[in-house]
T-cell receptor, first 111, second 114 residues
């Protein structure tokens, strides 16, 4: 089992560009979430989903969209990238025991 | 709004010293509590979790944490740290009765001197 995979590992965008960060899990977990990690700020929840077709906002949702058409995939879309979105992005899925399994992260730089 | 506070942002200890990292949360209802660790260049891994029952929980690598409901605290402890414990530690709270979010603290960066 691969667990949680994220692509790409690194990305550089120009201000105003859009892109999608991919996240996939093969653990058949219903709950998935996206966090961003910034120095001194810890992990902040962007969006989460409790199952296919259901998404909700986290702490810092502005500038990001998500959708959940399948259990396996939970892509994060940046609509118009801004330098403030420079960060490391982690996707996670959560099992019945509430333990979260994190992906390896995507390091995004917006210039 | 719910929040998680980690009081120590950066801790430096010598090997064999005892460790205690503080964590407080703001919600008064029923919570699930977690400590995660992130070793340099790696993603987060679960150290331990509390759902109910014995408020003293033991995790991997000799770590333990004590849930004190009256203080809204879930402090992480280890009697004797090792150089390999150098990492960033995150406390997290799930207030599953209110919503299903898992909120993290800002983290504590632990540096162990050999």
């Amino acid at each position: 089992n691969a667990g949680v995979t994220q692509t790409p590992k690194f990305q550089v965008l120009k201000t105003g560009q859009s892109m999608t960060l991919q996240c996939a899990q093969d653990m058949n977990h219903e709950y998935m979430s996206w966090y961003r990690q910034d120095p001194g700020m810890g992990l902040r929840l962007i969006h989460y989903s409790v199952g296919a077709g259901i998404t909700d906002q986290g702490e810092v949702p502005n500038g990001y969209n998500v959708s959940r058409s399948t259990t396996e995939d939970f892509p994060l879309r940046l609509l118009s990238a801004a330098p403030s979105q420079t960060s490391v992005y982690f996707c996670a899925c959560r099992g019945a025991s509430y333990e979260q399994y994190f992906g390896p992260g995507t390091r995004l730089t917006v210039t | 709004a719910q929040s998680v506070s980690q009081h120590n942002h950066h801790v430096i200890l010598s090997e064999a010293a005892s460790l205690e990292l503080g964590c407080n949360y703001s919600y008064g209802g029923t919570v699930n509590l977690f400590w995660y660790v992130q070793y340099p260049g790696q993603h987060l891994q679960l150290l331990l979790k509390y759902f109910s029952g014995d408020p003293l929980v033991k995790g991997i690598k000799g770590f333990e944490a004590e849930f004190i409901k009256s203080k809204f605290s879930f402090n992480l402890r280890k009697p004797s740290v090792q150089w390999s414990d150098t990492a960033e530690y995150f406390c997290a709270v799930n207030q599953f009765e209110r919503d299903d979010k898992i909120i993290f603290g800002k983290g504590t960066r632990l540096h162990i001197l050999p």
